[in-house]
C-alpha cells in the first residue's frame, strides 16, 4: 500500500512539474464586468451537382455561409470598458478536411463603452466555396476552395488580455482557452 501511495505521489508530482508548452499554454482571463453574448442568426448551405453519372463520377460545388448577432454589454456602474471584439471564421482547405484554418482576416471591432452601456453589431462570413471533382473510371478525386465549419469571437481589453471567448462548438472555445489556436494558418 505504501509502494501504491508513493508511485501516486510521484505521478502527480511529475505531472504538476510537466512543461505546459505541449498543449501551447493555457489562456489566462482578464476580470472585466464586460460580457460577449453571440447569437448564430443565419446559415446557409447549397450543394450543387454540376454533373453525375451512373457510375459514380461527380462535380459538385458547396456554398456556405453564416452570420452572427454580437452584442457587449458593460455592466460595471462607475468604469467604462475599453477593448475589441476579434471575430475568426474557421474551416479547413477543401470537403476533404486537413488541418483547421480561419478564413479571411480576423475582423477586429473597437469597443468603447459607457458605464452599463451595451452594443451590439452584426457579422456575415460572405460565401464560401469548395469544390469536389471525381472521375472514377480514371481514378481521379481533387478537392479545393475552402470549408466554412465555425467561428469564435474573443472580448479583449484595450491591451490585448482576452476577457470572454465564445465559439460555434465547445471544442473551438477549449482549444482557445488551451492556447491550441494560436498557430492557425490564415487562409484568404
Do not use: H
Not at 32 to 56: I, N, P, Q
Not at 70 to 89: C, D, R
Request: hydrophobic share 45%; with cysteine; aromatic share 8%.
Amino acid at each position: 500500500m505504501k509502494a501504491f501511495l508513493l508511485f501516486v505521489c510521484f505521478a502527480v508530482g511529475a505531472l504538476a512539474q510537466a512543461p505546459a508548452s505541449r498543449i501551447g499554454g493555457p489562456k489566462v482571463f482578464a476580470k472585466s464586468s464586460a460580457s460577449l453574448e453571440v447569437k448564430a442568426v443565419a446559415a446557409k448551405k447549397t450543394t450543387t451537382d454540376d454533373f453525375k453519372t451512373d457510375y459514380g463520377s461527380y462535380d459538385k460545388t458547396f456554398v456556405r455561409s453564416r452570420s452572427l448577432a454580437i452584442k457587449v454589454t458593460n455592466f460595471n456602474a462607475a468604469q467604462p470598458f475599453n477593448g475589441q471584439v476579434t471575430l475568426y471564421w474557421l474551416g479547413r482547405r477543401g470537403p476533404g478536411g486537413g488541418n483547421r484554418i480561419v478564413i479571411g482576416k480576423p475582423s477586429v471591432e473597437t469597443v468603447t463603452l459607457a458605464a452599463k452601456q451595451t452594443k451590439a453589431f452584426d457579422a456575415d462570413s460572405g460565401l464560401v466555396t469548395a469544390s469536389d471533382l471525381r472521375l472514377r473510371a480514371i481514378g481521379i478525386r481533387e478537392t479545393g476552395g475552402l470549408k466554412l465549419e465555425g467561428w469564435m469571437v474573443v472580448l479583449q481589453t484595450a491591451d490585448g488580455q482576452a476577457v470572454a471567448v465564445k465559439a460555434s462548438a465547445a471544442a473551438i472555445e477549449d482549444d482557445f482557452k488551451r492556447g491550441l489556436l494560436d498557430s492557425l494558418a490564415v487562409e484568404e
